[in-house]
């Protein structure tokens, strides 16, 4: 195994790590505030992910530029340039990503000023209360 390939391996099992974590802050937490936050780290992961999938597991990579309209810079184009569309997906991702935390901020407040609490438990047993 080459220096690249295990720091691809390695990026790729500290990610799906993280994965992980961020999924068990969303299911096992009670915290709202908690669930927020892993949910925000579980997004950023999926975009990672994304545009390491642009790279089509080819290394050395290129920007997706090509310098000239000859056959041998076309062939290397096509070998080497990294996928621009997961990046541009990407961008889109975190701005929805952004208005999506901000409107789960603003519900969350609003709950809290509600309840007093942030627990969904303890607000699941006062539910219809207020």
């Known amino acids: 195994m080459s220096t690249s390939e295990f720091l691809w391996a390695y990026l790729w099992v500290v990610l799906l790590?993280?994965?992980?974590?961020?999924?068990?802050?969303?299911?096992?937490?009670?915290?709202?505030?908690?669930?927020?936050?892993?949910?925000?780290?579980?997004g950023d992961v999926v975009n990672v992910m994304?545009?390491?999938i642009g790279y089509r597991f080819t290394y050395p990579?290129?920007?997706p530029i090509l310098p000239?309209?000859?056959?041998?810079?076309l062939s290397q184009f096509v070998n080497t340039a990294v996928d621009p569309l997961p990046q541009a997906l990407?961008?889109?991702?975190?701005?929805?990503?952004?208005a999506v935390n901000m409107l789960l901020a603003v519900l969350t407040i609003q709950l809290y000023r509600l309840y007093g609490t942030l627990d969904v438990r303890e607000i699941a047993k006062r539910g219809g209360e207020e």
Do not use: C, D, H, Q
Not at 68 to 73: D, P
Not at 90 to 98: D, F, K, P
């Open 17 to 42: 790590l993280t994965l992980a974590v961020s999924l068990y802050g969303i299911i096992a937490r009670p915290n709202m505030l908690k669930k927020i936050i892993s949910l925000t780290i579980l």
């Open 50 to 52: 994304v545009v390491f």
């Open 61 to 63: 990579v290129a920007p």
């Open 68 to 73: 000239s309209l000859s056959k041998e810079s």
């Open 90 to 98: 990407v961008i889109t991702a975190v701005v929805i990503g952004m």
